[in-house]
């Protein structure tokens, strides 16, 4: 992947230095500073949730919310491990707030907690992958904090879109795991 961006960078450099040699220097401190300027206004964004995340947990509605989750993750997961199902609901918690790099340590920490040690993924393992990439998005904060940061007159016209394709790919991505978890276990034996 280096080698590709890396690619990227030199033929674009050269066909600016080709085209309009006298502004790649411009160009360069122009994209540098949008780029700085973006990552700015979404570490707001992203301190706020995380915040309210850290709340969450403190407050025990984290335990609350693992409560309130739990026939759906003990259907899925099929587990029975209070801290772990906990680990799970603050994942896909966040997750369905739109925050995916807050979602992240927590579904590093279950996925830890999910392993039996045989180097092979359980399918405890698989449906987290598969629930963590398809993650139904109540709240898409990231794709509005970006939209807004980009001047988007109306940022969080893209919520419902966004629910109805999550819980799509959600469903189909659970259905499919359920389904191969069968084929594999009946090649098993």
Known sequence: MNRIWL???????CFLLWSNPASIVGEMVSASTGALKLSVE??????????????VDASGLGEKLAKALHP??????????PEIE??????????MLGLGNAATPMGINAMKSLDDGSG???????????INATSIQLLPSTVIGLRAATGSAAPADIII?????????????????????????????
């Open 7 to 13: 690619f990227m960078i030199i033929s674009s450099m």
């Open 42 to 55: 979404l570490a707001a964004v992203y301190a706020v949730w995380l915040g309210i995340l850290e709340l």
């Open 72 to 81: 759906i993750i003990k259907k899925l997961f099929k587990i029975d491990n």
């Open 86 to 95: 906990k680990m799970i609901a603050l994942n896909m918690s966040a997750n």
């Open 120 to 130: 092979i993924a359980t399918p405890a393992m698989i449906m987290l992958i598969v």
């Open 161 to 189: 879109p966004t629910i109805l394709a999550t819980a799509v790919t959600s469903f189909l991505g659970v259905i499919l795991v359920k389904l191969f978890s069968k084929i594999w276990r009946r090649k098993a034996r």
